[in-house]
């Protein structure tokens, strides 16, 4: 098992990797004080995973809430479920929700936490890839808006994160692939020889060959959690991991959320982004053509925009992105294969190619 630290003052976490962890009792020992546990999952995953999570917690479990599983239920009604049973069964402020599922899971359950009671613990256990890589750690949490993804939510960090390896092998293929989006990331906005290395072990990566997998979780979290000590709140570096989220949220929002995998559209959103950047001449045509060849061939992802949404519709949707400031749209660039920046000065007539453009390759 590796242990990495979320450093954050008093705020700080750990979060355990390995396989088998659900099975070590003594991982989640201290965190139980004398609250009741409340367990939060889906409909998916708990016919999978939630006796095991049970009995993890032990005594302290006192209760389940199952959410309807998907992307599209990730909303403020999902959260009043959580309230709802909350305050039917008298939780007080010593109780601890566990959100043991994926991202959409996590983001909900962490923002009940978050605003139940003005604020009670919670442990992550992320159980889908990129919940392992991305979204458990960091402590954002939140629901989308119908105009909007992820637009109602709080930075509020969780007491420890439990990644078990072992459960992604129950993980749908398609799924898998989708957190991959957020592991090339990674590579792309600091870590060119991570990217080289992903490209290297595709193969391995993709039949979850157990090295490779916790070797890809440590070093992804490894950054997330030096990104977020240094910059909780996204004033500054954070930002960055937002790589491709601009274009990404725009598609998700405009196509319905569900539609594509949020990770599907962080992979085109991350080729569009590199499109612009080569427009802008920030970055050569071998590495553009490389990241779309990782992306489409190597990790069998989409790149290409859908076809149905006008410019006007992704410049309004963009407008509105958590990033933007006084309506101007920043955006995370490219100046090379590990090299990422953020660029608020945009000029229209460029970023206009790239959305108009099919195959988001300008040679
Ligand atoms: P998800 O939570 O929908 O999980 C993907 C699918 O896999 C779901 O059907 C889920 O029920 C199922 N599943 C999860 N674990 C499983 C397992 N072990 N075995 C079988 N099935 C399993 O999607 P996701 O990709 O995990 O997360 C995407 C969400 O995360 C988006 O809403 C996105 O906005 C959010 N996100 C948040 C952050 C953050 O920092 N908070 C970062 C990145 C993404
Ligand atoms: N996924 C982006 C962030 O956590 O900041």
């Known amino acids: ?95 601890i929700i566990v959100a043991l599922g994926g991202g959409v899971v ?41 105009l909007g993804k992820n637009m109602i939510g709080a930075f509020y960090q969780p007491q420890c994160v439990l990644a078990d390896t072992e ?59 030096a990104i977020v000590s240094q910059d909780e709140k996204e004033v500054g570096a954070r930002a960055l991991l937002n790589l491709g989220h601009t274009f990404g949220h725009a598609i998700e929002t405009a196509t319905g959320y569900g539609k594509f995998l949020h990770g599907e559209t962080v992979a085109i959103g991350m080729a569009m982004a590199a499109d612009l950047s080569k427009r802008l001449g920030y970055l050569n045509s071998s590495d553009a053509i490389k990241i779309r060849r990782v992306l489409e061939d190597n990790f069998d992802l989409p790149v290409e925009p859908p076809s149905n949404i006008t410019v006007d519709k992704y410049i309004d949707l963009m407008s509105s992105d958590k990033k933007a400031e006084l309506g101007k749209i920043r955006f995370i660039l490219l100046k090379g294969i590990g090299h990422a920046v953020i660029e608020g000065n945009i000029r229209r007539e460029l970023l206009k190619e790239t959305l108009e453009t099919r195959s988001q390759l300008c040679m």
Not at 181 to 208: D, H, M, P, Q, R
Request: aromatic content about 8%.
């Open 1 to 95: 098992m590796q242990t990495l630290n979320v450093d954050l003052g008093k705020r700080s976490y750990p979060i355990f990797i390995g396989s088998n962890l659900l099975e070590n009792k003594n991982l989640v020992q201290p965190y139980l004080g004398k609250g009741r546990v409340v367990i939060v999952s889906n409909n998916i995953v708990a016919p999978l995973y939630l006796d095991l999570v049970e009995n993890l917690f032990g005594d302290s479990t006192s209760s389940t809430v199952i959410l309807q599983d998907g992307e599209e239920h990730k909303n403020l009604l999902a959260v009043n479920q959580i309230y709802d049973h909350l305050i039917a069964g008298k939780y007080d402020r010593n109780t």
């Open 106 to 146: 996590g983001d909900i359950a962490g923002f009940a936490a978050a605003t139940y009671q003005r604020g009670i613990k919670f442990i992550q256990i992320p159980t889908s890839l990129l919940a392992q890589v991305d979204s458990s750690v960091g402590g954002k949490t939140g629901v989308n808006h119908q």
């Open 167 to 225: 459960v992604l092998k129950t993980l749908p293929h398609r799924e898998i692939k989708a957190g991959l989006a957020e592991v090339v990331k990674y590579g792309l906005i600091n870590n060119a020889e991570f990217f080289t290395w992903l490209e290297k072990k595709s193969e391995e990566i993709l039949k979850l060959d157990a090295t490779c997998i916790s070797k890809m979780v440590e070093i992804c979290c490894e950054s997330k959690a």
